[in-house]
């Protein structure tokens, strides 16, 4: 006799959910709507990120955290575009920081999930391949993993001047090989991440992401390869060029 449970009593296996902040409003794209409702290709940025996070077979639920009050206006958004139907979608309101609208997305995840990939809506254009990556990455044991691209330019480090605009002088030119430009999404493991959010306070000194928050935790964070379309739109010309990935992708690929 077999001794394997029915269906009904077998655990469900640890879920991987994306959490996708989107309640800032981008001052640097200038007036206008929200910098995540900006259209790209005549879809918002945040459809657009979405699907992104919803295309990996990994993710099976995207919750989004909308404006403290713009979560109908979100749950109308998403209700008026074709996303795919073996995702689960979940908007909840945000707090007046990243990081409270991230600390909120948390809190709203069902028991079941394991692994949390938190990701930037102004990034809509993450190839699945990098989400995948991210997430295996993280099944595999790492506590936090963020993908990043080598820097082409050289760094320097500098006092910053007292006012805008200000010859500032230069401290130290870190060596470029060590250094990497960091993406989203990045990944983690839940337990982890709740801990970095109750314990570790972001201020103007500190952790200016997630990753940076498990870092203070003294935790390991590892690095994946990023992809260059992983841009992140926040400048009017950052807008143009995501534009022409777009355009480049539906005439390659009929994306």
């Known amino acids: 006799m077999s001794s394997t449970p029915p269906p009904a009593d077998r655990p469900h296996p640890p879920r991987t959910a994306a959490v996708i902040p989107a309640a800032g409003r ?10 995540a409702l900006r259209a790209l290709g005549g879809t918002p940025m945040l459809i657009h990120a979405i699907r992104a996070m919803a295309a990996s077979r990994a993710v099976s639920l995207v919750v989004v955290v909308a404006p403290p009050d713009g979560a109908p206006e979100v749950k109308h958004l998403l209700d008026e575009h074709a ?11 945000g707090g007046e920081t990243r990081q409270e609208s991230v600390r909120l ?8 999930i394991a692994v949390v990939l938190v990701h930037d809506a ?13 997430a295996a990455a993280v099944r595999d044991g790492a506590p936090a993993v963020v993908p990043a691209l080598p820097l082409a330019d050289t ?22 090989a060590r250094l990497r430009a960091v993406q989203t999404p990045q990944g983690f493991d839940r337990d982890t991440l709740e801990r970095a959010h109750a314990e570790v306070a972001v201020d103007g000194e500190g952790a200016t992401d997630d990753a940076g928050m498990v870092e203070r935790l003294g935790r390991p964070v590892v690095v994946v390869p990023g992809h260059e379309e992983a841009f992140k739109v926040t400048r009017p010309l950052d807008l143009v060029l995501a534009e022409a990935v777009l355009a480049r992708r539906r005439a390659n690929d009929g994306f």
Request: glycine share 8%; hydrophobic share 40%.
């Open 105 to 112: 997305g948390l809190e709203a995840l069902p028991e079941d």
């Open 26 to 35: 981008g001052v640097r794209l200038g007036p206008g709507a929200p910098k």
């Open 83 to 93: 996303l795919p139907e073996r995702t689960d979608y979940l908007v909840v309101p």
């Open 155 to 176: 760094v320097k480090e500098v006092e910053p001047a007292a006012t805008p605009g200000e010859p500032e002088p230069v401290l130290a030119t870190p060596v470029r």
């Open 122 to 134: 102004a990034r809509p254009l993450v190839p699945v391949d990098t989400v995948d990556a991210v």
